[in-house]
């Protein structure tokens, strides 16, 4: 995730202000490992033997579905765990017992190029996909009902989500009609939600929406 907001301090610096300590990623999720670390280190010192086998892993992954770091160790049989806590950036101290999945998807509209001084012989890629997005604003609604049986930190979160266009591209020069138009999105599961189910409703919408919108491909 890259720095997007305006920093008052360097965020690839760390800096200390009394009991605080300021960089990018300090919280989510450094301070999670520094706690864990000392938790063992104090659990050693006092002499105490856990009643159970306590392992630890960091993998830096996360953000990209987490396949290529803890996925990878458990497939592997690295490591075989009969629970699991991840010390993730805490909300309030507030415990979590599950967490969404991420379905990441990409949508390319095409149409046809053409000189912009006649644009009635090309088909405007750009504009269709503005059309299909408006359009998914209903499948979004649609899904913002669904609910999950979870507690949540805040009441939002027991709902899916879908962002759209955290990338787009498009087009080749101002003079040119865009023969295509690309956008990304970003679906949140919920626990009780199917990866599979979810993406075929998604492809199914998008057919729809393609005999509903002139043009549209």
């Given amino acids: 995730v890259p720095v997007t907001a305006k920093w008052k301090t360097p965020p690839f610096k760390p800096l200390v202000k009394g009991d605080r300590i300021y960089g990018r990623g300090t919280a989510d999720m450094k301070a999670s490992i520094a706690c ?4 063992v280190e104090i659990l050693k010192k006092a002499g105490i033997k856990p009643h159970c086998n306590l392992e630890m892993s960091f993998t830096p992954d996360e953000e990209t579905g987490g396949m290529a770091g803890m996925g990878y160790l458990v497939k592997k049989g690295i490591v075989k765990p009969d629970y699991g806590l991840v010390g993730e950036g805490a909300y309030k101290n507030w415990l979590c017992v599950a967490h969404k999945g991420a379905l990441w998807l990409e949508v390319e509209v095409k ?3 053409s000189h912009a001084s006649k644009p009635y012989r090309g088909v405007n890629a750009y504009e269709k996909a503005a059309a ?3 359009e998914l604003d209903k499948l979004k609604k649609r899904w913002s009902r669904r609910k999950s049986r979870l507690l949540t930190a805040e009441k939002e979160g027991a709902h899916p989500t879908m962002v759209l266009g955290g990338v787009h591209s ?5 003079n040119v009609v865009p023969d ?4 990304t999105v970003d ?5 009780e939600e199917n990866d599979e189910k979810v993406y075929k409703e998604f492809r199914s ?3 729809n929406a393609e005999k ?6």
């Fill in 36 to 39: 864990a670390l000392a938790a």
């Fill in 111 to 113: 149409g046809l190029s």
């Fill in 132 to 134: 299909l997005v408006v």
């Fill in 170 to 174: 498009g087009g080749v020069k101002i």
């Fill in 180 to 183: 295509t138009s690309t956008f």
């Fill in 187 to 191: 679906r949140r599961v919920l626990p």
């Fill in 205 to 207: 919408f998008v057919k």
């Fill in 212 to 217: 509903n919108i002139p043009g549209l491909k």
